[in-house]
């Protein structure tokens, strides 16, 4: 992987995707076969396990979820801490189920991360929570600039390319890199893509038939390495510089 500075680090340039719009992500969310899971089915469980012991530690009273995609992590913050939660996105659609989900109006909103309007709030948050949001923005420095200065913050970027990820981090030194200078790290920590969680043991028994001529990710879904033969995140906080 080349790297290219602060501003490209991490960004595999043969392939990173392009950046998508809101529709891009409406029409995503409008799927409920994925994002209508409870958390304990999602995927990305691990992540949000990660995310709230992580909360649990810093004893964080209120959070500011950035990027709160359907809802699937919120209900998983106010079900396991006693956290006060707000949260926002760009996809009026992911808004709409978040709200349905949590049957909460009140909790969520319509808002652009890399727009500084979106953190005057009236709601006195001390963690900002941001997972699978960075890489799908071109301006992720831009929105992290937008953070309150030492205010705690928990997130999340992958370490492989997807439809939408205009970037992706091969290591610890990747993340830091980019982030460093905004972001003053307590920890970084490697969580692998569940292996059945989300998938059907049919659907699990098909991905290793298909991965049979690949010898890496058919070790990894068996359980051999699979952070670097699958794929996974890089979950990391700190406190905004």
């Known amino acids: 992987m080349t790297l ?16 998508r719009d809101s529709k891009f992500y409406d029409e995503r969310y409008s799927d409920t076969r994925f994002y209508g899971k409870h958390y304990s089915r999602s995927a ?28 699937t992590l919120a209900e998983y913050i106010l079900d396991k801490t006693s956290a006060e939660y707000a949260g926002f996105d760009f996809s009026s659609v992911a808004v709409e189920r978040a709200r349905k989900r949590l049957k909460r109006l009140d909790l969520f909103r319509v808002a652009d991360a890399t727009n500084p309007d979106a953190y005057i709030v009236d709601y006195e948050f001390d963690c900002i929570v941001c997972t699978e949001v960075l890489e799908h923005i071109k301006e992720d420095r831009t929105a992290i600039s937008n953070w309150r200065s030492g ?29 460093g200078d905004l972001i003053e790290f307590d920890s970084i920590q490697r969580i692998s893509k569940p292996i059945l969680q989300g998938r059907t043991l049919k659907q699990y028994l098909t991905a290793l038939r298909w991965s049979r001529n690949d010898p890496k990710r058919l070790l990894g879904l068996l359980g051999v390495q699979t952070f670097q033969n699958v794929g996974g995140w890089f979950v990391f906080a700190g406190r905004r510089r």
Do not use: M
């Not at 990305?44 to 809802?71: D, M, Q």
């Not at 439809?163 to 980019?178: D, I, K, L, M, T």
């Open 44 to 71: 990305y469980f691990p992540v949000f396990t990660a995310v709230v012991k992580e909360l649990k530690r810093r004893n964080v009273h209120r959070v500011l979820e950035v990027g709160c995609g359907s809802g």
């Open 151 to 179: 205010t705690a913050c928990i997130c999340t970027v992958p370490n492989f390319p997807y439809e939408g990820h205009v970037r992706f981090f091969s290591n610890e030194s990747e993340v830091s890199a980019r982030y």
């Open 4 to 19: 290219r500075g602060t501003a490209d680090v991490g960004v595999s340039a043969g392939d990173a995707d392009a950046e």
